[in-house]
């Protein structure tokens, strides 16, 4: 699934692209890819029709082009959408799921394999600048109002194992699988440690970590496994060949040399270096 780093390349692509035109006669290919917009697929084109985005934010995992109007159209890309931006009449992509012509002779299609991830039109919650479905999220450590000191309390008050808070959008956002593991790898924790044993200290460098390893990704587009993810452009990102634990098991740990090993993790897998990352005695 696309996290912060490759929601917000594909971001920053929608506004440069999407910004400023006005939307044309939206086409809904497949109904499911509209699902959450409670009101249905008639209502999510009428309400799109005509529109002008101004701006195009984001929350963690979630973006959202804020129109003209004040009402926001939401994407969520699941675990294979794509916003892509073509030219009008170029042959439609297999999954193609929704089409948003654009003024200047573009077009917004959003591609979804397994129709995973959605769109809708939304009002502002209580903020103003933020949909209302999306105001329970916390804030992503790049958000400028992100407070470390308020997360690092939040994070060492619960009781659950530390991979498993990382994962929880309600005290960090932005935050999947493929990053946790690498910002616990560089911090030597295991993914099982209990948040309630952390210091004040490792919390806030494992913190550090999460930050540091997303802005790297970001900064070379992202990370690309199964072709599923890419930008606007249709580009993949580069930086699988950073990662140091990640999809990297049976290979040798960057620090110590020993396999990197892979868990199961609440229908996931969990990557980690059984020397550097020691498992808590109540799993050793």
């Known amino acids: 699934m696309p996290e ?5 390349v594909v971001r920053r692509g929608l506004d440069e692209h999407a910004v400023g035109r006005r939307i044309g006669a939206v086409e809904v290919l497949h109904p499911r890819s509209v699902r959450r917009h409670v009101p249905g697929p008639a209502d999510f084109v009428g309400r799109l029709a005509g529109r002008a985005p101004t701006a195009v934010r984001r929350r963690g995992k979630y973006m959202w082009l804020v129109l003209d109007n004040g009402a926001m159209l939401l994407a969520h890309l699941g675990m294979s959408g794509q916003m892509l931006v073509q030219p009008q009449g170029k042959p439609d992509e297999k999954h ?3 089409r948003l012509p654009l003024s200047d002779g573009q077009e ?10 959605h769109l809708l039109v939304d009002e502002p919650g209580e903020r103003i600048d933020v ?17 470390p000191d308020a997360f690092v309390r939040s994070l060492r008050a ?39 044993g952390l210091s004040g200290a490792q919390a806030l460098e494992l913190l550090g970590h999460v930050t540091e390893v997303m802005s790297e990704a970001l900064e070379v587009g992202g990370t690309t496994f199964d072709g599923l993810y890419v930008d606007v452009n249709g580009e993949s990102g580069y930086f699988e060949r950073g990662l140091n634990a990640y ?8 620090r110590c040399g020993t396999s990197i090993v892979r868990e199961a993790f609440m229908n996931r897998s969990s990557f980690s270096c059984p020397s550097c990352q020691r498992a808590p005695r109540s799993r050793a």
């Open 247 to 254: 999809g990297r098991r049976d290979r040798p740990c960057g």
């Open 108 to 117: 917004l299609r959003f591609v979804d394999q397994r129709t995973f991830g």
């Open 4 to 8: 912060l780093p490759e929601v917000e």
């Open 158 to 196: 619960k009781r659950t194992e530390v991979k498993r808070a990382l994962l929880d959008q309600s005290l960090i956002s932005g935050v999947g699988n493929i990053y946790a593991d690498e910002a616990l790898w560089r911090s030597r924790l295991h993914w099982a440690s209990s948040t309630r």
């Open 131 to 147: 949909p209302a479905s999306v105001d329970h999220i916390a804030l992503d450590p790049l958000d400028p109002e992100f407070v």
């Open 96 to 98: 193609l799921r929704v």
